[in-house]
Structures are given as C-alpha cells and as structure tokens.
T-cell receptor
Framework: DSGVTQTPKHLITATGQRVTLRCSPR?????VYWYQQSLDQGLQFLIQ???????AKGNILERFSAQQFPDLHSELNLSSLELGDSALYFC????????????FGPGTRLTVL | GENVEQHPSTLSVQEGDSAVIKCTYS??????FPWYKQELGKRPQLIID?????GEKKDQRIAVTLNKTAKHFSLHITETQPEDSAVYFC?????????????FGKGTHLIIQP
C-alpha cells in the first residue's frame, strides 16, 4: 500500500457524460500527479499540482481539467467523454516538487460505453 | 518534449537467469530515471531509481546503469524468480525545475519460465 488513495475504483459511464475522479496523496505530500494508462498510448503524464497550484501540463486534453484543494486532495474532471477515454487513471504523489519519488495510487478504471 | 524508448517489449528468461531491459531518452536535461514494476491490474510500484550524478545503483538482485553521454539506461535483474514476472516501465524526468511529470517507456513484459 503506497498511502495514496483513489476513488472510485471503477467507473462505467456513457459517451458525452462528465465524471470526477478523486485522489488523496500520502500524508505530508504536497505534489500530486495524474497519469492515464491505455493499451494504445501507454502511461502518459497528464498534469501536476504542487500545494494547490498547477505546476506542469503533459498530454492533457482540453476536455479534462484538474484541481488540488487546500487539504491537498485532488480531483480530475473528464467531460464530453468519448470511447477512447476508457483507461486506467492513476494519481501519484511526492513530498515536494522536483526532488522526490512518486508513489502511485491504485487507480480508477474508467469505461466509457 | 522528452521521448523514452524501451526495449524489448517482451522478454522471456529461464528462472535463475538474468534479465536486461534497455531504455533511451532524448532530452539531455533529464536527470532522474526511475523503474516501475506493474502487475496486472495493479498500480506501478517503484523498484529502483537513479539520478544523473550516479552511474550505477544496486539493490540486492536489481541494478540500474546510466550512460549520460549515450542517453541510455538499463535495468538488470539477476537470479530471476517467478515473482519477477510483470511489466516493467522505465521513465525519465527533469527534476529540480519544479515540474517533473514522468515520461514513460512503452513497457517490457518480463516472463520468467520455470
């Protein structure tokens, strides 16, 4: 157990819908990262937050957004969902920005029908 | 941006033999290179990492080597065991600038034959 928690574990929804994935980092960690894992694209970095502020953006679509709250938990919002958004979404956390190991949560499996 | 290539995509070795997985990266500013192990349906778990000021790092049966000039790094697993069967990912990032999302390779499916 890495100490990073994610909810829900599984999510099934329809095309065009919007969903929110939630992540709680390890106690004391200030940085949160979101990654998408799919068979065709592999593991891709989406976005990073540090202590409530956006720090870096990767291959995140405009239909996706995220935020980190004052209690340091983070939410990833996916809207206008398409079949191709079906994937495993992982959250990771690290203690600081730029110097520490990233620990991954158990992931949320999103299925878009 | 950074691009990480990983080879081979599948590696089958006899139990007790060694396994080597190789990665190359494109961005000379990258300075942090972790390796993650992922079992089916589970989260990626860090098994070893190396920073660019070090050429080699060992942890029991696992070692990682880094060649900054050639921009490649490798994972070595000795005396392989059945529980080593999994998908292994290499990754790279530029730590220190505050923005350090990992760029991953496509993964290597390691199969340990009994």
């Amino acid at each position: 157990d890495s100490g990073v928690t994610q909810t829900p574990k599984h999510l099934i929804t329809a095309t065009g819908q919007r969903v929110t994935l939630r992540c709680s980092p390890r106690s004391g960690d200030l940085s949160v990262y979101w990654y998408q894992q799919s068979l065709d694209q592999g593991l891709q970095f989406l976005i990073q937050y540090y202590n409530g502020e956006e720090r870096a953006k990767g291959n995140i679509l405009e239909r996706f957004s995220a935020q980190q709250f004052p209690d340091l938990h983070s939410e990833l919002n996916l809207s206008s969902l398409e079949l191709g958004d079906s994937a495993l979404y992982f959250c990771a956390s690290s203690a600081r920005d730029g110097s520490d190991t990233q620990y991954f949560g158990p992931g949320t499996r999103l299925t878009v029908l | 941006g950074e691009n990480v290539e990983q080879h081979p995509s599948t590696l089958s070795v006899q139990e007790g033999d060694s396994a080597v997985i190789k990665c190359t990266y494109s961005d000379s500013a990258s300075n942090y290179f972790p390796w993650y192990k992922q079992e089916l349906g589970k989260r990626p778990q860090l098994i070893i990492d190396i920073r660019s000021n070090v050429g080699e790092k060992k942890d029991q049966r696992i070692a990682v080597t880094l060649n900054k000039t050639a921009k490649h790094f490798s994972l070595h697993i000795t005396e392989t065991q059945p529980e080593d069967s999994a998908v292994y990912f290499c990754a790279a990032s530029n730590q220190g600038g505050g923005a350090d999302g990992l760029t991953f390779g496509k993964g290597t499916h390691l199969i340990i034959q009994p």
